[in-house]
C-alpha cells in the first residue's frame, strides 16, 4: 500500500514531479549494484567455504559447521609444501601448460597471419577443421592418445599433455590471433614490403607489437584451459608427470576423505588462475571480445 | 575485403596442420578403425563393419538403449544450462559498471571460477553441497528441505545445472560486458533525445549488437556442456544410479573401464557428429541472418 502511494501522488500536477522522481531514481540506481552484488557473492561463498576447510583441522571439520575456523591451522599446507607427490604435481602442471601455450603460440601466429591476409586453396574449410577438433569431447581422445603417445615414447612426459591439450588450444588461439590480426590495416604490410623489410624480420620487430594485445589473450586462454583439463591430463600420466589434478583424484581415493588436504590442495590450485587475472584485468573485457566486436 | 590470392600462405599454415594432424588425425583415425572392429583381447581384431552403429543407435539393445539415455540426459543437461546461463549472464553483464574501480575488481571476481581446474570445481562443489560439512547442504537441510545429491536423483541434477551456472555464466557475462562496451555512446544519447526507456534500449541497440558475442557464447556453452565430464564425475560420479551419468562419463567408462574399444569407438564417432552437426546448423543459419542484415544494410546505403 504505502509503496504504491507515492506513485499516485506524483501523478497529481500540485506536487513537484521532482519528489517522486529521485526516489524512483535511486532505486532504480542502486538495483543493479544489488543484483550485481547478490552475484558476486555467490560465486565467492562456495570459494570461501573451500578456503575455510583448508584451515581446520579434520577433527573440525567433520565435528561441526563453523563459518571460520575456531583453531586456524597451516598443517594441511604444511603437508602439501614438505611431501613431494604432492608439490612435485604443481610443478608437473605448470610445465605442460607453459610447454603448451608456448607450442600454440609459436604455429598458431603464422597460420593466423595466413588466415587474416591471405585467400588460400581450402582456406575456409581448413579453418572449419581446426576449429571442429576445438568441439571434440576429449572423452573421444583419451583412448587413443593413451595408445598414441604410449607408441612413440612420449606418455608420461609433459610433452604428451602439452601435445594433447593442442588439439583445443591451438584452434582457439589461431581464431583469437586471426581477429586481432585483421584489426590491422593491411597497408602496414605493403609499406614494410615496399620499404625492404623481410618477412620474417616485419612479422617479429613490426607486426608482433601491433598485435600483442591479441597475443596476451591467446595467451591467456591456452593458459586457462591447459590448466584446468584434467581427463586427459590424468589419462596421459602415471607417475613422473603426474599433474596436481591427478594427485588429488588419487590420492582422496585410496586414503580416505582428509577434506583438509584435499581443501588445501584445491585452494592452491586456484591461486595460479587468481595471479594470472590479476594481471590482466585491464584487459580482459577486450580480450573476451576476441578482438573483433 | 578482397584478400589477395596466395597459394605461399600454405607454408604458413602449414605447422598448424602438422601438429593438428598429428594430435587429432592420427586418434580419429584409430577411433574410425576400432569402431569398425570387434576385440576379445590379446590385440586379436575381428572385422564388424557397421555393426556397433546399428547397435548403437537401435534402443532395442543394450548398447543402444544406454546410449540413447545418456543421450537425452545429456541434452537435457545443455539445455537447462544454456536457458539458465544466457539470460543471466545478459542480466549480470548490464548490471556491470561501464567504469570506476568496481570495473576491475567485479571483472576478477567473475572471471575467477573460470580458471579453476574442473575437478577442484567438483570438489567444491562436492563440499558445499553436504549436508553434513557442506554450507549449501547444511543451509538447505536446516531450512526443512530434506536435500542430498548422493541419494536423490533431483537433488543431484539441481547440484550438477547449480555447479555448472557457478561455473560458466561468468564467461556469457565477460562476453556480453565486451559486446556491451563496444557500443559507441552516441547510440545511447539517441535513445535519450527519444526518450526510449530501458527496455526499448535493451530491444533495439544492447540486443541486437550483442548478437555476435552472444553466438559465440552460445556455441561455446553447448559445445562444452555437452562435453561435459570432469565436475559431474567429481561430484556424482554419474550417480546416484544412472541419474547423471553424461555421454562423456558414459565413454569414458566404456573405453578406460571397460576396454571395449569397438563399442566406445563407434559412440565417440556418433557423439562426435552429433556435436558438429549441431554448431554447423546453429553456426550456418546465425551467420546467414548476419550476412543478409548486412547485405540489407549496403542495399539502403549510398
Known amino acids: 500500500m504505502s509503496q504504491a502511494q507515492p506513485r499516485t501522488v506524483s501523478a497529481a500536477p500540485a506536487l513537484p514531479a521532482s519528489w517522486a522522481r529521485p526516489r524512483g531514481g535511486a532505486l532504480r540506481a542502486a538495483l543493479p549494484r544489488l543484483v550485481l552484488g547478490l552475484y558476486l557473492l555467490f560465486l565467492l561463498v562456495p570459494i570461501y567455504w573451500l578456503v575455510n576447510m583448508s584451515f581446520k583441522t579434520n577433527l573440525e571439520i567433520s565435528s561441526a559447521m563453523t563459518l571460520w575456523p575456531r583453531e586456524p591451522t597451516l598443517e594441511n599446507y604444511r603437508r602439501i609444501f614438505t611431501d613431494a607427490s604432492w608439490y612435485g604435481g604443481y610443478i608437473n602442471s605448470l610445465k605442460y601448460v607453459l610447454l603448451n601455450t608456448l607450442i600454440s603460440l609459436a604455429v598458431a601466429l603464422p597460420a593466423a597471419y595466413a588466415f587474416s591476409r591471405y585467400r588460400f586453396l581450402g582456406d575456409r574449410h581448413l579453418f572449419f577443421w581446426l576449429l571442429s577438433n576445438r568441439m571434440a569431447p576429449p572423452a573421444v581422445f583419451a583412448l587413443p592418445f593413451f595408445q598414441l603417445y604410449g607408441a612413440v615414447g612420449l606418455f608420461d612426459t609433459p610433452w604428451a599433455v602439452a601435445l594433447a591439450h593442442c588439439v583445443f588450444n591451438v584452434p582457439l588461439a589461431v581464431w583469437i590471433l586471426e581477429g586481432f590480426m585483421s584489426g590491422v590495416p593491411r597497408e602496414i604490410d605493403e609499406t614494410a614490403a615496399i620499404d625492404g623489410w623481410s618477412f620474417p624480420a616485419f612479422f617479429i620487430r613490426l607486426f608482433l607489437p601491433l598485435v600483442a594485445g591479441g597475443v596476451g589473450v591467446a595467451a591467456f586462454f591456452c593458459f586457462m584451459f591447459s590448466w584446468v583439463e584434467l581427463l586427459l591430463a590424468r589419462t596421459l600420466t602415471t607417475v613422473n608427470a603426474k599433474p596436481i589434478v591427478a594427485t588429488m583424484t588419487r590420492t582422496v581415493s585410496a586414503a580416505g576423505m582428509d577434506w583438509g588436504l584435499l581443501a588445501a590442495a584445491g585452494v592452491l590450485t586456484i591461486i595460479p588462475g587468481a595471479v594470472v587475472i590479476w594481471f590482466v584485468r585491464n584487459h580482459i573485457a577486450r580480450g573476451f571480445a576476441l578482438g573483433r566486436v | ?302
Not at chain 2, 543431484?156 to 559507441?184: E, K, N, Q
Not at chain 2, 526499448?200 to 558475442?213: G, N
Open chain 2, 1 to 302: 575485403m578482397s584478400k589477395p590470392r596466395n597459394e605461399r600462405a600454405w607454408l604458413l599454415v602449414l605447422p598448424v596442420v602438422v601438429l593438428v594432424a598429428f594430435s587429432a588425425l592420427i586418434p580419429v583415425m584409430t577411433v574410425v578403425n576400432y569402431s569398425l572392429q570387434d576385440t576379445f583381447g590379446n590385440n586379436e581384431f575381428f572385422w564388424n563393419g557397421v555393426g556397433w552403429f546399428r547397435e548403437l543407435l537401435d534402443p532395442s539393445t543394450d548398447l543402444g538403449g544406454r546410449f540413447l539415455d545418456a543421450l537425452w540426459r545429456t541434452l537435457l543437461f545443455s539445455a537447462l544450462c544454456l536457458l539458465i546461463e544466457i539470460p543471466l549472464g545478459i542480466g549480470v553483464a548490464l548490471t556491470l559498471p561501464r567504469r570506476g574501480w568496481g570495473v576491475a575488481a567485479s571483472l576478477v571476481v567473475l572471471a575467477l571460477p573460470l580458471l579453476i581446474p574442473w575437478n577442484v570445481v567438483g570438489t567444491i562443489w562436492q563440499v558445499f553441497g553436504r549436508r553434513d560439512i557442506g554450507l549449501l547442504g547444511a543451509a538447505l537441510n536446516g531450512m526443512g528441505l530434506s536435500y542430498n545429491y548422493a541419494q536423490n536423483p533431483l537433488d543431484a541434477w539441481f547440484t550438477v545445472v547449480l555447479m555448472d551456472v557457478w561455473h560458466w555464466t561468468s564467461l556469457v557475462v565477460l562476453l556480453c560486458y565486451a559486446g556491451l562496451r563496444a557500443i559507441p555512446d552516441a547510440y545511447y544519447q539517441a535513445a535519450r533525445v527519444d526518450g526510449a526507456n530501458g527496455w526499448a534500449v535493451f530491444r533495439a541497440i544492447q540486443l541486437p549488437k550483442l548478437q555476435r558475442v552472444l553466438t559465440i557464447a552460445i556455441l561455446l556453452r553447448f559445445m562444452d556442456s555437452f562435453m561435459i565430464y570432469t565436475e559431474p564425475f567429481v561430484v556424482t560420479g554419474g550417480g546416484p544410479g544412472n541419474a547423471t551419468t553424461f555421454l562423456s562419463i558414459d565413454l569414458v567408462k566404456i573405453a578406460l573401464g571397460q576396454f571395449d574399444l569397438g563399442k566406445a569407438a563407434a559412440m565417440s564417432i556418433v557423439y562426435n557428429l552429433i556435436i558438429l552437426t549441431v554448431c554447423w546448423v546453429f553456426f550456418a543459419t546465425t551467420t546467414r541472418d548476419q550476412n543478409d542484415a548486412v547485405t540489407d544494410a549496403g542495399g539502403k546505403g549510398p
